[in-house]
């Protein structure tokens, strides 16, 4: 989802012509300093109210849907939906999909950045691994779809900052009678990663102390380990 963008030089350009900053002339007994800042505030207010300027995300993601068929392989199960690079398209995607909390049991969406699909093969995924909030399915009519919202929120702005390299997305389970959340991250060894990102997540979310816990991922080959972190 792209879109034809003036440069912001040119945009600027568009702009002082049309509004005669260009002209040597103009308002010329004032201050520099000060019709500077007064070109600054008008150039910028030109840009927040230009419809067809967009403003890009720091990373481009993407949004997937998963749909439990019992005839189909699990992968075929996981569905690929868009890309979105811009703020205004992840908006666009997020008010035409269904609520969270009105999907079907058996239903998930997940986020990932845009080169890491939502599976563990994946070899960005391979040694990671995710923190988990159990909610029960009292939480629909609650706290499930402001979870998720700002959880997305927090992934597309950035909030994990100098850990954000490590946060890959961040999945969702509608199950009959728990739901789960989880964020999905790599380097699953490393604690000390890991912990500020929980504790930040933990943070975003507005969550108790010991709500969420951190696993590696399980293909099935580690059966029986506890959860390695809590927070
Ligand atoms: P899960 O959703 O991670 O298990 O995987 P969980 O958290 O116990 O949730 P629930 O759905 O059981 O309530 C459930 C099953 O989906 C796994 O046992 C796998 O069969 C399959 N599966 C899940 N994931 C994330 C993957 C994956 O990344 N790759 C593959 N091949 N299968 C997966």
Redesign the pocket.
Same mark, same amino acid.
């Given at each position: 989802m792209t879109t034809e963008l003036a440069t912001p030089s040119e945009h600027q350009n568009n702009h002082q012509q049309k509004s005669g900053l260009s002209d040597p002339t103009w308002q010329a007994d004032q201050d520099p300093q000060q019709q500077q800042s007064q070109q600054q505030t008008i150039v910028a207010q030109s840009v927040l109210t230009d419809p067809n300027i967009k403003f890009p995300l720091e990373n481009s993601w993407s949004f997937w849907f998963y749909k439990n068929d019992k005839s189909k392989s699990? /992968?075929d199960n996981v569905k690929f939906i868009t890309t979105v690079d811009f703020v205004e398209d992840f908006w666009g995607v997020y008010n035409h999909l269904q609520l969270v909390s009105k999907m079907s049991p058996g239903c998930d969406y997940m986020f990932f950045k845009k080169d890491i699909p939502?599976?563990?093969?994946d070899p960005q995924n391979l040694d990671g691994g995710r923190w988990v909030l159990n909610l029960d399915k009292k939480y629909r009519g609650t706290s499930l779809d402001v979870y998720w919202l700002n959880t997305l929120l927090a992934l597309i702005g950035d909030q994990f900052m100098d850990e954000s390299a490590y946060v890959n997305g961040v999945w969702v389970?509608i199950?009959a009678k728990m739901d /789960?959340i989880a964020l999905w991250t790599k380097s699953a060894k490393d604690v000390d990663v890991q912990m500020k990102i929980g504790q930040k997540y933990r943070e975003v979310l507005g969550l108790k102390e010991g709500m969420i816990t951190y696993e590696e991922h399980d293909?099935?080959s580690k059966k029986n380990e506890a959860p390695l972190l809590k927070c």
């Open positions: 699990w /992968k939502p599976m563990w093969e389970n199950r /789960k293909d099935g």
